[in-house]
Nanobody, 121 residues
Framework: QLQLVESGGGLVQPGGSLRLSCAAS????????IGWFRQAPGKERGGVSCISSNGGRINYADSVKGRFTISRDNAKNTVYLEMNSLKPEDTAIYYC??????????????WGQGTQVTVSS
């Protein structure tokens, strides 16, 4: 079964950090770009960051630039999202998704089930 599984979410205070992981099973990620998306209550899902299949192209939403870092370890079949200086407005369910080779706003073939990130004091 082909699937993506996110982990690493949780409750953190403002200014804190979390590292999300997106692990693939049933397929290898080396041909896939991985995007991180998030959806807050009452809001549409939006893109957070994306990394191309070879790691050569990375992009971030303006709201997370300088605070979040995406990386990948193809040997571990895993992509990470390091989140620092977290703000309450980062609270959302975070999803990872895979599409072949290049980042895009759409056209993702596989989606994870999501992991909850809550930033609150």
């Amino acid at each position: 079964q082909l699937q993506l599984v996110e982990s690493g979410g949780g409750l953190v205070q403002p200014g804190g950090s979390l590292r999300l992981s997106c692990a693939a099973s049933g397929f290898t990620l080396d041909r896939y770009a991985i995007g991180w998306f998030r959806q807050a209550p009452g809001k549409e899902r939006g893109g957070v960051s994306c990394i191309s299949s070879n790691g050569g192209r990375i992009n971030y939403a303006d709201s997370v630039k300088g605070r979040f870092t995406i990386s990948r370890d193809n040997a571990k079949n895993t992509v990470y999202l390091e989140m620092n200086s977290l703000k309450p407005e980062d609270t959302a369910i975070y999803y990872c998704a895979a599409r072949q080779y290049y980042c895009s706003g759409a056209g993702y073939d596989y989606w994870g089930q999501g992991t909850q990130v809550t930033v609150s004091s």
